[in-house]
């Protein structure tokens, strides 16, 4: 069983940045996509940034530009970099890794990390 921890979130003013982690853990093969989806209250969870094996990554047109995903294979981490953050960014964000680990191929989501835009 593949299980995700996000961490990092918090609370930052209008304009500042921040770097949320996902951290993977379990008998992993290989991982295929990794992604950060956020919700806000009331609103459907969305997809923010995503990376797949041909590391080409793609974002969503309201951050491109001021967010970056990354990963290190080696730690099994995803990270998203966000810059210029605006109180509209304000959700939790969760991380998603699809892979193929001991147990046979997997769909996995963290717990979700709270981000706060606000002054």
């Known amino acids: 069983q593949v299980h995700l921890v996000e961490s990092g979130g918090g609370l930052v003013q209008p304009g500042g940045s921040l770097k949320i982690s996902c951290v993977a853990s379990g008998n992993i093969f290989s991982i295929w996509e990794v992604g950060w989806y956020r919700q806000a209250p009331g609103k459907q969870r969305e997809l923010v940034a995503l990376?797949?094996?041909?590391?080409?990554?793609e974002y969503a047109s309201s951050v491109k530009g001021r967010f970056t995903i990354s990963r290190d294979s080696a730690k099994n981490t995803v990270y998203l970099q966000m810059n210029v953050l605006k109180p509209e960014d304000t959700a939790v964000y969760y991380c998603?890794?699809?892979?193929?680990?001991?147990?046979?191929?997997?769909?996995?989501w963290g717990q979700g990390t709270q981000v706060t835009v606000s002054s």
């Open positions: 998603n890794v699809d892979g193929r680990g001991s147990d046979g191929d997997f769909s996995s």
């Open positions: 990376i797949t094996t041909a590391d080409s990554p």
